[in-house]
């Protein structure tokens, strides 16, 4: 019998055994899969000599989260590399915004789009100089992070108040606008508010553009060297100096619940395992309230909210090995870990449109990764281990494309939208598909069987939009771990604050069952790796 089980060896169940038992408790941890990680993989299944990133590959939120800063995983292997440019989106008349390590040289190449839009940048940054620490605390605090938040106000009144307020509620497209005369700051924010599921006129969407822009520019968009599976790998060897047991390959398929209360869980090997003390779940909202835990035990009212719960969008991507660098007619592209493809603002709206009306895209956006160029040991000298990634319909209604695509995401189909996304590419660097050594397809239906919490592809364990955030995430009345039945924890990305490679509802799922235990001796973690991590900066 242990104190507590995790249900999933995604970053945040490992997040949450590695506090438990830096805390004394006995964990265990089950995993369907063959082997931990959840969407933190990596292998050398496109091409022997080429390391590729399964799912996740740039951490600019790890590398901000005060949660994995206070479990020192540098202790355990783990090295962070970056490319020479965070971030490139290339235009086909050979122009290039650029996200670089230093805001000066952000700020240079944007006034080359319009004058003056070099200062505005410049101006963004300042304001994030102001609230920006305040802003990771509220977001890695439980909800409602009520400390936090205060703090935030006060600085929030000194960096222009309601005003501020109000341009980080705004539409992307707005707040572009409304500081850049020119589209090389309007497509940074953009193009970083569609690493979730917003598109350029949903409300909030400005802000988590600026939040993800001020990151990349503070922090870079990191790659664990090695691969991805590093990160995962430094997680899983700090659990076993506690003597925690990963146990791969072995589904839970029930929660016990006896007398409100949550007792252990069953999985399909036949195990019964008791939890004296918690049970702390990484799976998605539905699947751990339809399908784990007995209808009897939940409140009627749950199964309605997840009738109106929302996926974010669906996630068709390639791995690919290249024989040379990626032939940018972009230059500045060359350099850059993450590249983003789109013909301006209007295109990005173009895309989400066809998304919201069930319709395959016929110029997808695209989200690209040039891992070699972040971190040399992933591919031979002179070669490119890559990535793009791209968004399509959960339910797909028609083919905004030629292909006659219908959704099934078979092999046939993969392969012809592949081929599109791959003309995309080429029309940015000609040359590009003849680069190509090996491919290796993963369409929505790919992703989910390789982890379940990838619902249909969905990356970011349900919408970031604001209907289902903070108090509504994951349904309403929630934002918070824990759950209807006394002892269960939400510990996934379903929970608040949301998706992304930061252990943020890992550490809140183990603080919550911490302290309705008593054990309070890590609930402010992560406000003093903050504050230690601020010290070295």
């Not at 028609?398 to 392969?415: F, I, K, P, Q, V």
């Amino acid at each position: 019998m242990a104190d507590a089980v995790v249900i999933g060896s995604g970053p945040n169940g490992l997040v949450a055994a590695n506090l438990l038992a830096d805390a004394g408790w006995s964990v265990e941890v089950f995993e369907s899969q063959d082997e931990p990680g959840g969407a933190v993989r990596s292998d050398r299944g496109v091409h022997p000599d080429f390391v590729s990133d399964m799912f996740s590959a740039f951490y600019p939120l790890a590398a901000a989260s005060p949660v994995l800063a206070g479990l020192a995983l540098h202790r355990e292997g783990l090295r962070w590399s970056r490319a020479p440019s965070v971030l490139a989106h290339p235009l086909l008349d050979g122009s290039c915004a650029v996200l670089h390590a230093d805001r000066a040289g952000t700020a240079a190449g944007l006034d080359r789009f319009a004058d003056g839009d070099g200062e505005a940048w410049t101006s963004l940054c300042q304001v994030w100089d102001r609230v920006g620490d305040d802003v990771l605390r509220a977001l890695f605090t439980p909800f409602p992070p009520v400390r936090a938040t205060a703090a935030l106000a006060a600085h929030l009144r000194a960096a222009g108040g309601l005003r501020l307020a109000r341009s980080l509620l705004l539409p992307v497209r707005r707040l572009g606008e409304e500081e850049f005369a020119g589209q090389g700051g309007r497509l940074l924010l953009a193009g970083n508010a569609l690493h979730a599921d917003l598109p350029p006129e949903a409300a909030g969407s400005g802000g988590f553009g600026w939040l993800m822009a001020m990151l990349g520019q503070r922090y870079g968009f990191p790659v664990p060297e090695g691969g991805a599976g590093a990160l995962t790998a430094a997680l899983v060897r700090r659990l076993r100096a506690h003597k925690v047991e990963v146990h791969c390959g072995n589904r839970v398929t029930e929660v016990v619940v006896r007398r409100g209360r949550a007792v252990g869980v069953r999985t399909a090997n036949g195990d019964a395992v008791r939890a004296r003390k918690a049970v702390l779940a990484d799976v998605s909202a539905p699947s751990l309230y339809l399908d784990l835990v007995a209808p009897e035990h939940l409140p009627p009212r749950v199964f309605g909210d997840l009738r109106r719960f929302q996926w974010d969008f669906a996630t068709f991507k390639i791995d690919w090995a290249l024989d040379g660098p990626i032939p940018w007619s972009a230059a500045d592209a060359r350099s850059a870990g993450t590249v983003h493809l789109a013909e301006g603002v209007d295109d990005l709206t173009r895309f989400a449109a066809q998304i919201a009306m069930g319709q395959v895209p016929d110029r997808p956006f695209v989200l690209l990764g040039q891992m070699t160029t972040a971190d040399a040991s992933r591919s031979p000298q002179g070669t490119e281990s890559a990535w793009a990634y791209t968004h399509v319909p959960h339910r797909v209604k028609s083919d905004a494309g030629e292909e006659g695509l219908t959704g099934r995401w078979d092999a046939a189909e993969a392969e012809r939208f592949a081929d599109r996304l791959e003309r995309r590419v080429e029309s940015y660097a000609p040359g590009f598909r003849s680069r190509i050594l090996a491919r290796r397809l993963l369409p929505p239906p790919v992703l989910e069987a390789a982890d379940s919490n990838l619902h249909g592809g969905a990356i970011n364990g349900g919408t970031s939009s604001l209907h289902q955030q903070l108090v509504f995430r994951p349904v309403p009345g929630t934002g918070r771990p824990e759950t209807p039945v006394h002892g269960l924890y939400m510990a996934s990305a379903a929970a608040h604050p949301g998706g992304g490679v930061h252990g943020g509802p890992g550490a809140n799922a183990a603080r919550a069952a911490l302290r309705a235990r008593g054990a309070t001796a890590l609930v402010s973690t992560g406000r003093r790796a903050l504050a230690h991590r601020d010290r070295a900066d």
